[in-house]
């Protein structure tokens, strides 16, 4: 029997959305059976974008990986995962998730990362999930997510720059890391605030590396 978990404000257990090509999309919060399609999903992307996730790019997703990408407790650890929700569709694995971890240090950061399978990039799934997570981060209190940058990243250093009068940058250990004020928008203001337009270049294509990403392994992420 599929295990259910508690419903954190902030995260239906079940929303159905239609993307502007017309495919149906289910998002929920991820939950410990959800194992399998998070592994078929990992083996459907590239080596490049599995590198933008975990900076690195292993070629499947470790037990240890998958017990702590599925184990999360809907406050601190929160993680939103999509799959095709049109009648018929194959739904054996997930084609996007979203998840943020609080920083233990100020529990109002959080490192944030969105993942896209590559066939369903550029389609609008990196910008729904985003939403859907910054709505979760926004009922728990959560405020700020960090995401990091490599210096040679000039087309997102370029958006970076429209944030200067909110965000805070700092370099360390070879990259960026910004600290960006999540912003309070309705679904039509969304493509206008730059944070929004960074995260959804990170799902469809950009170099935007998020680093010590919450359920990367030590053996399997570049240092």
């Not at 100020?106 to 369903?120: F, G, W």
């Not at 990039?121 to 728990?140: M, N, P, S, Y």
Request: charged share 30%.
């Amino acid at each position: 029997m599929p295990q259910r978990v508690r419903v954190w404000p902030g995260m239906a257990e079940d929303t159905t959305h239609q993307l502007a090509d017309g495919t149906r999309v289910h998002t929920r919060p991820l939950r410990p059976d959800d194992r399998e399609k998070l592994r078929n999903g990992f083996a459907r992307m590239s080596p490049e974008s599995k590198y933008r996730r975990f900076f690195s790019a292993p070629s499947s997703l470790s037990e240890s990986t998958l017990d702590y990408l599925t184990r999360t407790d809907g406050w601190d650890h929160v993680a939103i995962g999509a799959e095709l929700g049109d009648d018929g569709a194959d739904t054996s694995y997930g084609i996007g998730i979203a998840r943020f971890v609080r920083l233990p240090e100020n529990p109002a950061k959080a490192e944030a990362a969105v993942a896209v399978i590559d066939e369903m990039q550029h389609r609008g799934v990196g910008r729904l999930l985003l939403g859907e997570l910054i709505k979760a981060a926004r009922a728990r209190e959560v405020s700020t997510f960090v995401c990091y940058v490599l210096p040679s990243n000039e087309p997102v250093k370029s958006l970076l720059h429209a944030l200067d009068a909110e965000a805070t940058v700092r370099a360390e250990e070879g990259v960026l890391t910004y600290e960006l004020t999540l912003p309070e928008a309705t679904a039509d203001e969304r493509d206008a605030t730059p944070m929004y337009r960074l995260f959804r270049l990170a799902a469809e294509g950009l170099r935007v590396i998020f680093r010590r990403v919450p359920g990367s392994d030590p053996d399997e992420r570049a240092e």
